[in-house]
């Protein structure tokens, strides 16, 4: 009896529990908010898309440094405002600085020689002059008494002829003499010749251009922002190495205050349909799909490889496309420079 209708039972109640559990367990069809919704643009159907990029009023400014070498200081942090001519970061200057002290040490004394040459002979340089031509004078006539002397026992053939030319010689060597020692003291009475001074003036010259060429390393060992702006990103700390040459990724970003700008790319099929006096509005990417009111700026004059992505599984990747820049019209919700906008245009 048990088991005729014991075992029935039992198989009905499992199938029970299993449809019932089945039922419990199935996920049920419902309708959810998508977490980031497609923006909807109000200009109407006949519109085209293309994917913007938040600017500063002008174009980004990378910022690099004129010489190679270690950093020693950074002045500035992302979202600083600067001003024109404010240091952002500065070199090590220590091997500039030993140079300037060395060409200014250069320039100090052609200077003083310059000075002395323009100061003339000195004084003192005088009498020992005049001395040596008294004394060059007197010993000019006496070899001029001895060789007079010598002519006329010449004449009388009372002297040799080997004495004969030893007090020639002694006479055109005291008369050489003489010349000489009267033309050291024209020249120390004359003062300086005017060509020394000249050279001497060049020479200063030079040196001076020497210490203003390292004042003007020196000074662009300290880089500064050419305009006033924002400073967007920096990518550079005290102890790094600093390259003149480097290209990508700069060491500081700057921007130029103003009105954001949001420069766009559309492909290049749609490039006939962009008018400066359509309307236009951005869209920020995200849950909160805002939507930006934008003021047509300008069109780039050439069409360019598509390089920016937007990461959708149909984008095509081997597309060129044309630049159109807008400004942000009145006072949008808090965007960031570097933010991607989807902006629609009226074609």
């Known amino acids: 009896m048990l088991i005729k209708f014991g075992i029935p039972i039992i198989a009905a109640i499992a199938v029970g529990f299993g449809i019932a559990t089945l039922s419990h367990l199935t996920p049920k069809e419902q309708l959810l908010a998508a977490p980031n919704p497609p923006p909807l643009t109000t200009l109407g159907t006949n519109t085209i898309s293309g994917l ?22 950074v002045h500035v942090v992302p979202g600083q405002t600067v001003s024109a001519d404010e240091p952002l970061f500065t070199l090590d200057d220590r091997a500039l600085r030993a140079e300037f002290h060395n060409r200014t040490a250069t320039l100090a ?13 000195r004084p003192e340089d005088l009498p020992p002059a005049r001395a040596r031509v008294a004394a060059a004078t007197a010993t000019f006539k006496r070899n001029e008494d001895a060789w007079n002397r010598a002519k006329l026992l010449i004449e009388r053939r009372a002297l040799s002829e080997e004495e004969q030319m030893v007090r020639k010689y002694a006479y055109d060597q005291a008369d050489a003499e003489l010349a000489q020692t009267n033309a050291d003291l024209a020249k120390l009475e004359a003062g300086t010749w005017c060509h020394d001074i000249e050279i001497a003036e060049y020479e200063v010259a030079s040196a001076k251009s020497s210490v203003e060429q390292v004042q003007v390393d020196l000074d662009r060992l300290v880089v500064r922002a050419p305009v006033g702006g924002l400073v967007l990103h920096v990518d550079i700390r005290p102890g790094e190495f600093a390259e003149s040459t480097r290209n990508e990724n700069p060491l500081v970003q700057l921007g130029v205050h103003g009105p954001l700008r949001v420069r766009v790319q559309f492909d290049e099929e749609d490039a006939s349909r962009v008018s400066p006096k359509a309307r236009a509005e951005g869209f920020v990417r995200g849950r909160d799909r805002t939507s930006i009111e934008l003021r047509f700026v300008r069109v780039d004059p050439r069409i360019v490889p598509k390089k920016s992505l937007t990461g959708g599984t149909t984008e095509r990747v081997d597309t060129r496309v044309l630049f159109v820049v807008f400004e942000v019209i009145g006072a949008p919700p808090q965007i960031y420079a570097g933010q991607k906008l989807d902006v629609f245009m009226e074609g």
């Open 52 to 73: 913007g990029e938040v600017q500063m009023a002008g174009e980004p400014i990378a910022i690099a440094t004129p010489i190679s070498g270690i950093v020693s200081r």
């Open 109 to 121: 004394t052609a200077s003083a020689k310059l000075l002395k040459l323009k100061a003339g002979t």
